[in-house]
């Protein structure tokens, strides 16, 4: 029963973690969950009918698991998540061409674009040389690295991009050159 109640008023509590826990409608019915399965329980245990107050008990973790894994995962992880962005290098990379980063972590783009082989780029020289080089199909940089780039002029205008995306609070583009 105090999940049930916890779940009615963590969301509007300012945490550092405000950002992760909203109120969406789907937390109705965890609400509904927990306050009816504590009644159960507390009810069932009254009686003295344990085997039923431990089945009820059961039922809510599973109710409340798969829950969690089918509607509150989905709806935090697009805040988290490299894949939306790893889907548009897979859309967007050429055959034969690499993909090249410049200033990321490359570990998430790594594990789903599956593709291990992210070439990461030390230096602007490195990156300038990139931008004109036939064997990269793709670079990916943060966005404060575009902008500074485009305010300097050093991005060549044949160099578009294809995707923007966010992963927590960082923004990721994608550039590919005009062919």
């Known amino acids: ?8 008023i963590v969301p509007f509590i300012k945490t550092p973690v405000s950002g992760l826990i909203r109120f969406f409608p789907h937390l109705l019915i965890f609400i509904l969950l927990f ?7 507390i009810s069932f245990v009254r009686k003295n009918k344990l085997t039923a107050s431990f089945l009820t008990v059961f039922l809510i973790m599973v109710v409340g698991f798969l829950g969690a894994i089918e509607v509150v995962l989905p709806s935090i992880n697009p805040l988290k998540s490299a894949k939306p962005m790893c889907q548009s290098i897979l859309r967007h990379l050429p055959k034969d061409k690499e993909i090249v980063a410049y200033g990321l972590k ?12 992210i070439k ?6 490195e990156l300038i040389l990139a931008f004109n080089s036939p064997s990269v199909g793709l670079i990916l940089l943060g966005e404060n690295s575009f902008i500074t780039l485009q305010e300097k002029a050093l991005i060549p205008a044949n160099n578009q991009m294809v995707a923007k995306s966010k992963v ?4 990721f583009i ?5 062919s």
Do not use: Q
């Not at 306050?35 to 329980?41: D, P, R």
């Not at 990461?120 to 020289?125: A, G, M, W």
């Not at 927590?168 to 923004?171: P, W």
């Open 1 to 8: 029963m105090l999940g049930g109640i916890g779940v009615c």
């Open 35 to 41: 306050l009816a399965g504590g009644y159960l329980i």
């Open 106 to 117: 490359l570990a998430p783009f790594n594990f789903y674009t599956g593709l291990n082989k």
């Open 120 to 125: 990461e780029l030390k230096n602007k020289e």
């Open 168 to 171: 927590g609070h960082r923004s």
């Open 174 to 178: 994608l550039l590919k050159r005009k």
